[in-house]
């Protein structure tokens, strides 16, 4: 035990965090099987025993990006288990058709009731736009408006939503542009609640995966989904999307993405939140979109991804008391270690936010960028 503390408080050290110190970013100690758990099994290791108590953090957040800064975690040797996972992630088609709603359901479903004091009132799950916004409303709504704007959405297009969660979007777009909009989603109780929430507009919500599409579209988004798609399956969502994308659309990718090209996703987020999920790269995105679309514009504002996962946090503390006869108080601690630790993981720009905008044989005279 006295080697793994060692370990800990030296890479706690040059991270600039003191074990059991003063600071805000401090990490405190409350069960020395702590130490244990995060050598032997790393990142998993160490939400797990956030989750159980074994340790707190008042400023969890910039805990997590100084971590990240100075890649701690990668100081650790992984795990057999964890050396299996990987491999499983290579070898496997984690993200296979028969596979899909596994992440509807263990993570879009667990209840509206938390998504709507959580998120702002039209229910947008990805991140916002804060350019020019104040709250949280504002940046959605900007962020949906800046979609429409870099599609050159007019009344009476039709436009597909990959992964439409609640129907933000499609309702967006059909209240003020004039859309119609058929969205897409692997998630039941996204479907039952978007079709309430856009009753009455030229909007259509279906529960269905995207292999399972062969219809035309003035125009393609998807905003968020791609996170879902993994690795093995890029080259067939983007074959299609263009497939379904008319001659002269637009298709418009929002997803988060890494630095650096991987082939899995983080274990404690693969295993608590997002199954069998996986963030693109530059690469990865390159090869698969390659002889299929034309790049017309890549736009990164990750650092808005910060102040909105901040936001959503600050949502379920107020609103906590409406939610607690619902859910754990291990789901809470997992659930804030979610949101502050990827709030982190964007602050160290670990991770980035893309909007893409990709045409199938180049716009005439030149895509003019928006934003």
């Known amino acids: 035990m006295k080697r ?3 370990i800990a408080h030296d890479i706690a ?8 110190g003063n600071n805000p970013w401090d990490i405190h100690i409350h069960d020395d099987r702590f130490y244990q758990r995060v050598i032997k099994h790393g990142s998993l290791g160490m939400g797990e025993s956030f989750m159980d108590g074994w340790w707190d953090c008042k400023q969890l957040d910039e805990c997590i990006a100084r971590m990240l800064k100075i890649k701690a975690l990668n100081q650790i040797q992984p795990s057999l288990p964890l050396v299996w996972e990987l491999l499983r992630a290579r070898l496997l088609n984690l993200q296979s058709k ?3 709603y596994q992440v509807g359901e263990q993570h879009y479903d667990l209840g509206n009731d938390l998504y709507e004091k959580m998120l702002d009132k039209r229910l947008v799950y990805t991140c916002a736009y804060w350019k020019d916004a104040r709250n949280l409303d504002d940046a959605q709504e900007a962020k949906l ?3 429409c704007r870099k599609l050159h959405l007019k009344p009476g297009q039709k436009v597909l939503d990959i992964g439409c969660g609640w129907g933000s979007f499609a309702k967006f777009a059909a209240e003020n542009y004039g859309a119609h909009v058929v969205g897409i989603t692997i998630a039941q109780e996204q479907v039952e609640l978007g079709k309430k929430l856009c009753h009455g507009l030229p909007v259509e919500i279906r529960l269905q995966d995207y292999r399972d599409l062969n219809e035309q579209f003035d125009h393609i988004i998807s905003l968020g989904m791609f996170e879902h798609v993994g690795y093995k399956n890029y080259r067939t969502y983007m074959e299609v999307a263009q497939k379904c994308l008319k001659p ?3 298709f418009l990718l929002h997803t988060i993405g890494t630095n650096v090209t991987t082939h899995s996703c983080d274990p404690w987020l693969d295993k608590y939140i997002f199954p069998n999920g996986m963030l693109p790269s530059v690469v990865q995105i390159g090869r698969a979109i390659e002889g299929l679309f034309v790049m017309e514009d890549w736009h990164n ?6 102040t909105t996962l901040m936001a959503w946090y600050d949502n379920v503390q107020k609103h906590w008391s409406d939610l607690q006869h619902r859910y754990s108080e291990r789901f809470k601690r997992m659930w804030d270690y979610y949101l502050l630790s990827c709030a982190g993981i964007f602050r160290a720009r670990h991770g980035q ?3 893409i905008v990709l045409s199938k044989d180049g716009v005439v005279g030149g895509y003019e960028s928006v934003r």
């Open 13 to 20: 050290d040059s991270a600039g965090i003191t074990i059991n």
């Open 248 to 250: 002269h659309g637009l």
């Open 353 to 355: 936010l893309w909007q």
């Open 301 to 306: 504002f990750s650092a808005y991804y910060d």
């Open 98 to 100: 028969s596979r899909a």
């Open 145 to 147: 408006d800046l979609v």
């Open 4 to 6: 793994l503390k060692k």
